[in-house]
């Protein structure tokens, strides 16, 4: 008896101490507020297959010249970058039974440990990895669904295997830019519903791996991670951990403005974007998607997510930087460039998005890089102020993912607590306080 009751004892403090460990976590609220601004490792960790290069594990500088180094990620947090984001790929580095190149996990790893060493936030991804399932939403046959679930399963169990006793400085992606539910879609509740359940794929391999990863923040992307799609669906997949799930989004509006190359007939480039920098006379002003809709845009994210205690992640954004021909402003330009961050990071910020800018180390205008990492100087200066002012000009907002709502009589059949979650006796005369799960004013 006595040896039962010790080994009880035993037990239940152990139990305790997982459950303390487990509630000291920091939710996915509180690392998000920590988190901005974020920076892409773009174009570096997610070219594939590159025949042109005979061993995968060089096809780091495919698409870009450098190698990544600690001396390069010192430069990135040095410039103010809290977090950075690592686009990857890990379905091209496999064999056929998906096994994936221990090689390439080796070199991964080490790319997170030289951000994790610098302290930052680092959020690793599944990237368009030949886009083995970002493109699939056009075959949506129960096998194919089926055989894609599963890779993503056994995917994702041994990238979290690998990094599952990193800290909540690490978090995962399960897709990066899913092409569903998209214009030409013939089925757009069939592909959320094919979207969803290979979220919940991913989420259920990462938490069966256990350690950190039982209890670690994971991001999921919204139908080809556009905002207004994230406002019409529901994309959220279960997860037994509460708290612990952000959204990721992509930004890169207005198309004429930030990714427009050359004159079509349907419309001409845009150089000059925001108030006070329009450039008279010229035919390359845009037309829309300025301060108001940029606004509206993070405004829908708050609704809808941040309000309820679900952060998002703005997983890309970023516009081109262009040497204007003759006849046009430079200065005109360059201030639109400066304004387009400012504003962009301003409103995400103000509503609990993430800012994580695009760079992928071109360096060549045009371009929508930030960083040049050959030579560890500031390529675009104009981003870098816009972004580091823009994040700095407002403060993340609090929330207790309780949406508030004002009634003048409600029934009191349940219990009612303060907003310290304090439980109350009596309902108060006036003021704020909880009581099935919502904000009630008196």
Known sequence: MKNLRQFCLTFVISLL?????????????????????????????????????????????AWQGSKTTQQIIDFVKAQGFRSVRIPCSWYVHSDANHNIDPLWLDRVQQVVDYCINDSLYVVLNDHYDNGWIERSFADRTEQSVNKNRAIQGMLWKQIANRFRDYDHHLMFAGMNEPDAAGDNSKDKAGDIATLISYQQAFVNAVRQTGGNNAHRVLVVQSPSTSIDLATNYDVMPQDNVPNAMMLEVHFYSPYNFTMMTKDESWGNQAYYWGAGNHFSGSKHNVTWGEEAYMQS??????????????????????????????GESQEKHDASIYSWYYTLCRYAVYNGVV????????????????????????????????????????????????????????????????????????????????????????
């Not at 205008?365 to 560890?376: A, H, I």
């Not at 403060?395 to 993912?401: A, D, L, R, S």
Request: with cysteine; glycine share 8%; proline share 7%.
């Open 297 to 326: 845009q993070m405004r829908q994210m708050r609704q809808k997510y941040t309000s309820k205690g679900i952060p998002v992640i703005m997983g890309e954004f970023g516009t081109l930087w262009r040497t204007m021909p003759e």
């Open 355 to 442: 800012p994580f800018v695009w760079d992928t180390n071109a360096c060549q205008r045009p371009s929508m890089d930030v960083l040049n990492r050959k030579t560890l100087t500031v390529f675009n200066q104009l981003a870098l102020d816009g972004i580091i002012q823009g994040c700095a000009s407002v403060k993340w907002p609090v929330t207790t993912g309780i949406p508030a709502i004002q009634q003048s009589s409600f029934t009191n059949d349940h219990a009612v607590y303060d907003l310290q979650g304090r439980l109350l006796a009596k309902v108060p005369h006036r003021g704020l306080f909880i009581t099935n799960g919502k904000k009630y004013i008196k």
């Open 17 to 61: 101490s997982v459950c303390n460990t487990v509630a000291q976590q920091p939710t996915a609220m509180e690392l998000a507020a920590d988190m901005y601004p974020g920076w892409n490792l773009g174009n570096t960790m997610e070219p594939g297959p590159c025949n042109w290069i005979s061993n995968p594990i060089d096809w780091e500088t």
